[in-house]
């Protein structure tokens, strides 16, 4: 089973910066999207950034301009810059791979999941 193995949370203080990293267990020759979601307690998970294998980025207006979201598709990496961090950052960070094209086949790839605390 292909898996994405996340890295880079942890706790910040407002205005601090953390930088998420993603890998797949096994190569992804294709994929539609790879992006990050967030889910807050109580909250339902909402989508943060996703690069469309196309080039094409969509950002949450919530992030724009502080968040950067960057893919390896050589790698099967991608990465998500975080820049001033506000406490309503504060969620469980997942990344996904949407429509993976891998050695077992077509599949939709989620992380475990980190968690990101902006406090200070």
């Known amino acids: 089973q292909v898996q994405l193995v996340e890295s880079g949370g942890g706790l910040v203080q407002p205005g601090g910066s953390l930088r998420l990293s993603c890998a797949a267990s096994e190569t992804i020759f294709s994929f539609h999207a790879m992006g990050w979601y967030r889910q807050a307690p109580g909250k339902q998970r909402e989508l943060v950034a996703r690069?469309?294998?196309?080039?094409?980025?969509f950002y949450a207006d919530s992030v724009k301009g502080r968040f950067t979201i960057s893919g390896d598709s050589a790698k099967s990496t991608v990465s998500l810059q975080m820049n001033s961090l506000k406490p309503e950052d504060t969620a469980v960070y997942y990344c996904?791979?949407?429509?993976?094209?891998?050695?077992?086949?077509?599949?939709?790839?989620w992380g475990q999941g980190t968690q990101v605390t902006v406090s200070p």
């Open positions: 996904n791979v949407d429509r993976a094209l891998t050695l077992r086949g077509q599949v939709d790839i």
């Open positions: 690069e469309f294998s196309s080039g094409g980025i």
